[in-house]
């Protein structure tokens, strides 16, 4: 199973709005609206932020949103704010776990 | 709340076994609405599912790694282990142990810990 493709890096200015795209295939993410992302800022461990492709976790800001097309899950970041700073990972239940690469997201 | 701790060794020889153990607290291992899973992530590089296992004892690896994966269960202590045999410096990471739910995902995570794999 292969991982699930993100951009490397993806950047914003405070107040904008991001997306970052997690792209799988139609065994994965196409099929099953299992999709999960987490942040993980510098030495600290994975936070769950989206499950079920749009769901937040209690106490997750609602500047976080997930949606999906195809077999394409996206994070969108509202409202940018400097603690956002953070790598992101996607990932897809299918039977299977998969993660996807990674991506860096820097707040200018 | 659950909270999970990993522990165990932080430097492995090369092709000797890395062991380590999720300690769970704050609820039963034995729920059924959870997974117990291990999740890996090299130095400066992403995430990586191993596997995880379910309180019953079945159990679902990373293809990828399969072959010297053992994931198990100990109700009693309300811990789960894993085992990852024949390493090689490609095994150096921090491991992180975490519930998993096929719809909510990964939550809680471990602090996790690091292996180094090394003479």
């Known amino acids: 199973q292969s991982a699930l493709t993100q951009p490397a890096s993806v950047s914003g200015s405070p107040g904008q709005s991001i997306t970052i795209s997690c792209t799988g295939t139609?065994?994965?993410?196409?099929?099953?609206?299992?999709v999960s992302w987490y942040q993980q800022h510098p030495g600290k461990a994975p936070k769950l932020m989206i499950y079920e492709g749009s769901k937040r976790p209690s106490g997750v800001s609602n500047r976080f949103s997930g949606s999906k097309s195809g077999n394409t899950a996206s994070l969108t970041i509202s409202g940018l704010q400097a603690e956002d700073e953070a790598d992101y990972y996607c990932c897809s239940y299918a039977g299977s776990v998969v993660f996807g690469g990674g991506t860096k997201l820097t707040v200018l | 709340q659950l909270q999970l701790q990993e522990s165990g060794p932080g430097l492995v020889k090369p092709s000797e076994t890395l062991s380590l153990t999720c300690t769970v607290s704050g609820g039963s291992i034995s729920s059924s609405s959870y997974y117990w899973g291990w999740i890996r992530q090299p130095p400066g590089k992403g995430l990586e599912w191993i596997g995880s296992i379910y309180y019953s004892g079945s159990t679902y690896y990373n293809p990828s790694l399969k072959s010297r994966v053992t994931i198990s269960v100990d109700t009693s202590k309300n811990q789960f282990s894993l085992k990852l045999s024949s390493v090689t410096a490609a095994d150096t990471a921090v491991y992180y142990c975490?519930?998993?739910?096929?719809?909510?995902?990964?939550?809680?995570w471990g602090q996790g810990t690091l292996v180094t794999v090394s003479s």
């Open positions: 139609s065994s994965d993410v196409g099929s099953y609206n299992l």
């Open positions: 975490a519930t998993f739910n096929t719809v909510t995902g990964f939550d809680p």
